[in-house]
């Protein structure tokens, strides 16, 4: 039996285990219909995280000013191809990049192997707009590297070529280089757990390095790959600032302008939904083509998949391979904001800084606890749970992620609002007490912002985790008396922790870039280093927005090394 | 360890933590001399403006500084119980739009009405300019005389195919000027005006506009559209590379023969939530005093709007020109129908 086809668990079920008490079958029967606490308490936060996306579909029932019309006759069409192309290029780019460097820092030994596993993260602490800024300023017409080119060669305009990066391939590097890094690490993470022995037996039947890694490593990590390739093109499609800079006309510039240009706050709304259907067909059609097949290792030998060392011109190409995205995604804006940094940086460098960076840890830090504790309840009712409704709730609760910034924000503000008001009008009413604005401008909604905007990234990070850890350890588990709670905390905790560390890293990074919802959710005089940054690149100072970005960077490095450490610590 | 108690203290741990980190907002929020400030400026000058007016009043403003359109969403699901006393606006058709949503309360003031020009105020005090940007052409001196350039109708010649940089039509400030020429010259005159933009641009749409004026020194193009306060800027806090750049570019104000500059504002007025009505006022007033009126003009190169004020040296030397006397209310109202237009003719 090929190792991608485990048994369906129907074929497990309850009535064919043998030597069970009614009491134990009843039990595990109730666990299958996912009627209990846990499975309630999913349903409920994946209901208060729907709400703004229900806010924005309550759209659908009005009309709009007829910019719909207007749209699907000018910009619309050439938006969605546009849009197409950047789901493609970025989705084939993100997988490629980040499940070849992922298997060959895991799989192989190579001069700097060691240092690129952690290396290969520091892209994801780049904001995409920053790279797209610092990469036209430096290969722009009147920029250092074409201005050299014309001062040695004395060229003109019309005398050479240049290759244009504004266009939709180009936009497209610019995204690849930034969220590659969420496939690598789901890729990384699923092809450390694999059983060595599952690699050991396929070598031992003959088959190479590259066959087992074709055969077995890639359909193994399928789950893993898919959910950072969905986390990337997500991210990709909700992407404001870089396309927009780059001139190319995506449907989240379309909403913008439908919204913000035409005063059509309804047809903007439909939009989105129309964006997120996009977005649902596509995980649905990957769920599709995964069929029924389980990804669970049969075996918990924790050993580390054997790496093999590289030498001569195979060691030098795995490197240059490792490297580039390191040196594209990193070091080179890293270099050339330091450069824009120094030529006139923040004027408010100093003190100032420290208390931005206080706050943008704080934000980030909370938020990387609660978000996971948040995904693994959803990731664990999925699991257990084989309610309709649950997988659902949960779905359409982690699409927040794919949705423009500004627009999710703004569906966090209404029924934040809504609910303020009620109250405060219930508490007047009965109690002749004004509660105001209760949670509105507080840092409550903001983590409530930040549950809506990346609980997908939570959730599918510990679920791809999950997929690796069969059915068949919870179906002792529970014969042996264990409940519910003692499952999920002494039996899957351990076995996900790296998946729950990486959530958190992940979160932790993507608050401190996090932009719309933190400026516009944010408490009174309550700055952080993102929204300096984009404060300053907004004016077009790019120059002195280069610090905070740099300060993003720096602090991005800190949960980066530590994760890495900890991954270490777990592996050896 | 990764246990659910542990997990529900945790969740507790932190919502308490958060309520507790909370709690000094609200409580500062409702406390009585204060101002609650929602602004899509955020220059570091206006600072020492908050600083002075407090040193002045004793008022203390506190500021959430957004996107004027995010925050007119965030002024809506608040409601009658927002905080919001005075919203700010760095573009005339946001904060009209904040008026037609009722956001705004009309405020009648003497200090106001008589120092912010007519053009630059709502005719019944719902808003009020502080400081103008005209948007201008911007030459290549090597490549254009300022004899060849007239109007902004004039750029739709053929004479300017493959020489004019522009950005995206996404840029409020492409919609504002388009909608001052919806205002002149009609529908069907704008439309076919945008078309001859669009065929002769140097290069598709992209960047912002410093991004169009560098590109014009280096000879990407001959003429660009741009603001004066970004020329500004680059003249306050050159880079390197800017040394080439402003040497070579010269500001043209085009139709000084007829209806004058175009120009954009920023401003705002009185939330209709505001609980401290009087005290929104004073600040109101207080922007069109005089060392106020310097800081919000230093602050982003601005132009001032009370008279006797002077520009800063960084646009001043641009030289004087006639404004384009339109209300700003009225090309803010045309954005939308600017837009469908610019989307029409493929304007990216």
Same mark, same amino acid.
């Given at each position: 039996?090929?190792?991608?086809?485990?048994?369906?668990?129907?074929?497990?079920?309850?009535?064919?285990?043998?030597?069970?008490?009614?009491?134990?079958?009843?039990?595990?029967?109730?666990?299958?219909?996912?009627?209990?606490?846990?499975?309630?308490?999913?349903?409920?936060?994946?209901?208060?995280?729907?709400?703004?996306?229900?806010?924005?579909?309550?759209?659908?029932?009005?009309?709009?000013?007829?910019?719909?019309?207007?749209?699907?006759?000018?910009?619309?069409?050439?938006?969605?191809?546009?849009?197409?192309?950047?789901?493609?290029?970025?989705?084939?780019?993100?997988?490629?990049?980040?499940?070849?460097?992922?298997?060959?820092?895991?799989?192989?030994?190579?001069?700097?192997?060691?240092?690129?596993?952690?290396?290969?993260?520091?892209?994801?602490?780049?904001?995409?707009?920053?790279?797209?800024?610092?990469?036209?300023?430096?290969?722009?017409?009147?920029?250092?590297?074409?201005?050299?080119?014309?001062?040695?060669?004395?060229?003109?305009?019309?005398?050479?070529?240049?290759?244009?990066?504004?266009?939709?391939?180009?936009?497209?590097?610019?995204?690849?280089?930034?969220?590659?890094?969420?496939?690598?690490?789901?890729?990384?993470?699923?092809?450390?757990?694999?059983?060595?022995?599952?690699?050991?037996?396929?070598?031992?039947?003959?088959?190479?390095?590259?066959?087992?890694?074709?055969?077995?490593?890639?359909?193994?990590?399928?789950?893993?790959?898919?959910?950072?390739?969905?986390?990337?093109?997500?991210?990709?499609?909700?992407?404001?600032?870089?396309?927009?800079?780059?001139?190319?006309?995506?449907?989240?510039?379309?909403?913008?302008?439908?919204?913000?240009?035409?005063?059509?706050?309804?047809?903007?709304?439909?939009?989105?939904?129309?964006?997120?259907?996009?977005?649902?067909?596509?995980?649905?059609?990957?769920?599709?083509?995964?069929?029924?097949?389980?990804?669970?290792?049969?075996?918990?030998?924790?050993?580390?998949?054997?790496?093999?060392?590289?030498?001569?011109?195979?060691?030098?190409?795995?490197?240059?391979?490792?490297?580039?995205?390191?040196?594209?995604?990193?070091?080179?804006?890293?270099?050339?904001?330091?450069?824009?940094?120094?030529?006139?940086?923040?004027?408010?460098?100093?003190?100032?800084?420290?208390?931005?960076?206080?706050?943008?840890?704080?934000?980030?830090?909370?938020?990387?606890?609660?978000?996971?504790?948040?995904?693994?309840?959803?990731?664990?009712?999925?699991?257990?749970?084989?309610?309709?409704?649950?997988?659902?709730?949960?779905?359409?609760?982690?699409?927040?992620?794919?949705?423009?910034?500004?627009?999710?924000?703004?569906?966090?503000?209404?029924?934040?609002?809504?609910?303020?008001?009620?109250?405060?009008?219930?508490?007047?009413?009965?109690?002749?007490?004004?509660?105001?604005?209760?949670?509105?401008?507080?840092?409550?909604?903001?983590?409530?912002?930040?549950?809506?905007?990346?609980?997908?990234?939570?959730?599918?990070?510990?679920?791809?985790?999950?997929?690796?850890?069969?059915?068949?350890?919870?179906?002792?588990?529970?014969?042996?008396?264990?409940?519910?709670?003692?499952?999920?905390?002494?039996?899957?905790?351990?076995?996900?922790?790296?998946?729950?560390?990486?959530?958190?890293?992940?979160?932790?990074?993507?608050?401190?870039?996090?932009?719309?919802?933190?400026?516009?959710?944010?408490?009174?005089?309550?700055?952080?280093?993102?929204?300096?940054?984009?404060?300053?690149?907004?004016?077009?100072?790019?120059?002195?927005?280069?610090?905070?970005?740099?300060?993003?960077?720096?602090?991005?490095?800190?949960?980066?090394?530590?994760?890495?450490?900890?991954?270490?610590?777990?592996?050896? | 360890?990764?246990?659910?108690?542990?997990?529900?203290?945790?969740?507790?741990?932190?919502?308490?933590?958060?309520?507790?980190?909370?709690?000094?907002?609200?409580?500062?929020?409702?406390?009585?001399?204060?101002?609650?400030?929602?602004?899509?400026?955020?220059?570091?000058?206006?600072?020492?403006?908050?600083?002075?007016?407090?040193?002045?009043?004793?008022?203390?403003? %506190?500021?959430?500084?957004?996107?004027?359109?995010?925050?007119?969403?965030?002024?809506?699901?608040?409601?009658?119980?927002?905080?919001?006393?005075?919203?700010?606006?760095?573009?005339?058709?946001?904060?009209?739009?904040?008026?037609?949503?009722?956001?705004?309360?009309?405020?009648?003031?003497?200090?106001?009405?008589?120092?912010?020009?007519?053009?630059?105020?709502?005719?019944?005090?719902?808003?009020?300019?502080?400081?103008?940007?005209?948007?201008?052409?911007?030459?290549?001196?090597?490549?254009?005389?300022?004899?060849?350039?007239?109007?902004?109708?004039?750029?739709?010649?053929?004479?300017?195919?493959?020489?004019?940089?522009?950005?995206?039509?996404?840029?409020?400030?492409?919609?504002?000027?388009?909608?001052?020429?919806?205002?002149?010259?009609?529908?069907?005159?704008?439309? @076919?005006?945008?078309?001859?933009?669009?065929?002769?641009?140097?290069?598709?749409?992209?960047?912002?506009?410093?991004?169009?004026?560098?590109?014009?020194? @280096?000879?990407?193009?001959?003429?660009?559209?741009?603001?004066?306060?970004?020329?500004?800027?680059?003249?306050?806090?050159?880079?390197?590379?800017?040394?080439?750049?402003?040497?070579?570019?010269?500001?043209?104000?085009?139709?000084?023969?007829?209806?004058?500059?175009?120009?954009?504002?920023?401003?705002?007025?009185?939330?209709?939530?505001?609980? %401290?009505?009087?005290?929104?006022?004073?600040?109101?007033?207080?922007?069109?005093?005089?060392?106020?009126?310097?800081?919000?003009?230093?602050?982003?190169?601005?132009?001032?709007?009370?008279?006797?004020?002077?520009?800063?040296?960084?646009?001043?030397?641009?030289?004087?020109?006639?404004?384009?006397?339109?209300?700003?209310?009225?090309?803010?109202?045309?954005?939308?129908?600017?837009?469908?237009?610019?989307?029409?003719?493929?304007?990216?």
């Amino acid at each position: 039996m090929p190792p991608n086809a485990v048994p369906d668990r129907i074929a497990m079920s309850a009535s064919a285990l043998p030597g069970n008490t009614l009491l134990r079958t009843s039990a595990l029967a109730r666990l299958r219909r996912g009627v209990t606490p846990l499975t309630f308490a999913a349903l409920g936060v994946a209901l208060i995280v729907a709400l703004p996306l229900l806010s924005l579909a309550a759209s659908l029932t009005q009309s709009g000013a007829g910019s719909l019309q207007h749209l699907s006759r000018t910009v619309l069409p050439a938006a969605v191809l546009n849009t197409f192309g950047l789901m493609l290029l970025v989705g084939a780019g993100t997988a490629l990049v980040g499940v070849i460097t992922a298997w060959l820092v895991t799989a192989f030994r190579f001069p700097g192997s060691r240092h690129l596993e952690w290396l290969l993260l520091l892209p994801m602490a780049m904001p995409a707009y920053i790279i797209g800024y610092v990469y036209t300023d430096a290969l722009a017409f009147v920029g250092p590297v074409q201005s050299a080119l014309r001062a040695w060669f004395g060229w003109s305009k019309a005398d050479y070529w240049f290759p244009d990066i504004h266009n939709l391939g180009g936009v497209s590097l610019m995204l690849t280089l930034v969220l590659y890094p969420y496939v690598y690490m789901l890729a990384r993470s699923a092809f450390i757990e694999q059983s060595a022995c599952i690699m050991d037996a396929s070598r031992t039947l003959g088959g190479s390095m590259s066959e087992s890694f074709w055969r077995i490593a890639l359909p193994l990590a399928r789950p893993a790959i898919a959910a950072g390739v969905a986390l990337a093109l997500m991210e990709a499609l909700a992407d404001f600032g870089t396309v927009e800079y780059f001139g190319i006309h995506t449907f989240t510039t379309v909403i913008y302008r439908t919204w913000f240009g035409m005063g059509d706050r309804i047809a903007a709304a439909q939009l989105s939904i129309g964006l997120l259907c996009f977005v649902f067909l596509l995980v649905a059609l990957e769920r599709q083509a995964r069929g029924s097949r389980r990804f669970a290792r049969t075996s918990r030998r924790e050993r580390n998949l054997g790496a093999r060392p590289l030498g001569g011109v195979m060691a030098g190409a795995a490197l240059a391979v490792c490297a580039l995205p390191v040196l594209l995604g990193f070091a080179v804006p890293a270099f050339l904001l330091v450069r824009l940094h120094l030529s006139g940086g923040d004027p408010l460098f100093g003190t100032r800084f420290v208390h931005y960076a206080a706050n943008s840890f704080v934000l980030a830090g909370l938020a990387a606890v609660i978000v996971v504790a948040a995904g693994a309840l959803l990731a664990y009712a999925l699991r257990v749970s084989v309610s309709p409704l649950t997988r659902l709730a949960v779905r359409f609760a982690t699409l927040g992620y794919a949705i423009p910034g500004t627009v999710v924000a703004v569906g966090i503000l209404l029924p934040l609002g809504l609910f303020d008001n009620a109250l405060d009008r219930f508490m007047r009413n009965s109690f002749g007490v004004s509660t105001g604005l209760l949670f509105s401008g507080t840092l409550v909604a903001l983590m409530f912002a930040y549950l809506v905007r990346f609980l997908a990234i939570a959730t599918g990070g510990i679920e791809a985790g999950y997929a690796r850890i069969g059915m068949n350890v919870d179906h002792a588990a529970r014969t042996l008396g264990s409940t519910q709670g003692a499952l999920a905390g002494r039996i899957h905790a351990p076995m996900l922790r790296r998946s729950l560390l990486t959530a958190g890293l992940v979160v932790f990074v993507d608050v401190m870039k996090e932009l719309p919802a933190t400026l516009i959710v944010r408490p009174f005089n309550f700055d952080t280093l993102a929204i300096r940054a984009y404060q300053l690149a907004s004016d077009e100072r790019l120059a002195q927005s280069s610090t905070a970005a740099l300060a993003i960077v720096v602090i991005g490095i800190l949960p980066v090394l530590l994760l890495t450490r900890a991954m270490r610590q777990a592996r050896n | 360890m990764y246990t659910p108690t542990s997990r529900r203290q945790f969740l507790a741990a932190s919502a308490g933590l958060t309520a507790a980190l909370s709690a000094p907002a609200i409580v500062r929020a409702q406390a009585a001399q204060v101002l609650n400030l929602y602004s899509s400026r955020h220059y570091d000058t206006d600072e020492a403006l908050y600083t002075n007016f407090t040193a002045a009043t004793g008022i203390r403003v %506190n500021r959430i500084e957004a996107g004027p359109d995010a925050l007119i969403e965030r002024m809506r699901a608040e409601g009658a119980n927002s905080p919001a006393d005075v919203f700010v606006s760095v573009d005339a058709g946001r904060i009209e739009r904040a008026r037609e949503l009722g956001l705004l309360a009309p405020v009648n003031s003497e200090v106001l009405a008589s120092r912010v020009p007519a053009s630059l105020r709502d005719p019944n005090g719902y808003w009020f300019g502080f400081s103008s940007r005209a948007r201008v052409i911007m030459y290549n001196k090597d490549k254009v005389s300022p004899a060849e350039l007239s109007t902004y109708e004039d750029l739709a010649h053929p004479k300017w195919k493959g020489r004019l940089l522009t950005r995206s039509s996404t840029a409020i400030y492409n919609q504002s000027l388009t909608g001052s020429i919806l205002a002149a010259n009609g529908e069907a005159a704008t439309e @076919a005006w945008a078309r001859g933009i669009v065929a002769n641009m140097a290069r598709p749409p992209r960047g912002g506009d410093t991004d169009q004026f560098r590109a014009c020194a @280096a000879g990407e193009g001959d003429l660009a559209i741009a603001n004066t306060y970004y020329l500004g800027n680059a003249i306050r806090k050159p880079q390197p590379a800017d040394a080439a750049v402003l040497e070579k570019i010269a500001v043209f104000f085009p139709n000084q023969a007829g209806r004058g500059t175009h120009i954009n504002i920023s401003g705002g007025g009185l939330c209709t939530s505001s609980k %401290n009505p009087q005290a929104a006022v004073r600040f109101l007033e207080y922007l069109v005093s005089e060392p106020a009126q310097r800081f919000l003009a230093d602050g982003n190169d601005e132009y001032p709007v009370v008279a006797g004020v002077a520009p800063p040296a960084t646009i001043a030397r641009f030289g004087s020109f006639k404004a384009d006397q339109l209300n700003a209310g009225v090309f803010a109202r045309n954005n939308a129908q600017a837009l469908q237009i610019m989307d029409r003719v493929g304007w990216k």
